[in-house]
Nanobody, 123 residues
Framework: QVQVVESGGGSVQAGRSLRLSCTAS????????MAWFRQAPGKEREGVAT???????SYADSVKGRFTISKGNAKNTLYLQMNSLKPEDTAMYYC?????????????????WGQGTQVTVSS
């Protein structure tokens, strides 16, 4: 059974940074599209960033220039570096993975999800 586990969330003041981590028990890790999503109370879940099997990345407009998604040197580890945090970044953040499209991130439909880690940014 695939397990996806996020960590690194917390409460910070606006302007500070956090780094989220995700580990996943995935076979052939390099063949997956990996992503971070978030969901704020009363709002729909939204995609934050993706990274495909070739290392190509994409970001939501709201986080471009502030967030960076990357795969770590440690096996099966994904990161989200979040700088210049804003109160509107407050949400539960989820890590997701999918290999059904050859490891390319052409869809928002992901097969595997973590339980989430909470990020709270105060003004």
């Amino acid at each position: 059974q695939v397990q996806v586990v996020e960590s690194g969330g917390g409460s910070v003041q606006a302007g500070r940074s956090l780094r989220l981590s995700c580990t996943a028990s995935l076979y052939a890790w390099s063949k997956y599209c990996m992503a971070w999503f978030r969901q704020a109370p009363g709002k729909e879940r939204e995609g934050v960033a993706t990274i495909d099997r070739d290392g190509s990345t994409s970001y939501a407009d709201s986080v471009k220039g502030r967030f960076t998604i990357s795969k770590g040197n440690a096996k099966n580890t994904l990161y989200l570096q979040m700088n210049s945090l804003k109160p509107e970044d407050t949400a539960m953040y989820y890590c997701a993975a999918d290999a059904r499209r050859g490891g390319y991130c052409s869809s928002q439909d992901f097969a595997y999800w973590g339980q989430g880690t909470q990020v709270t940014v105060s003004s």
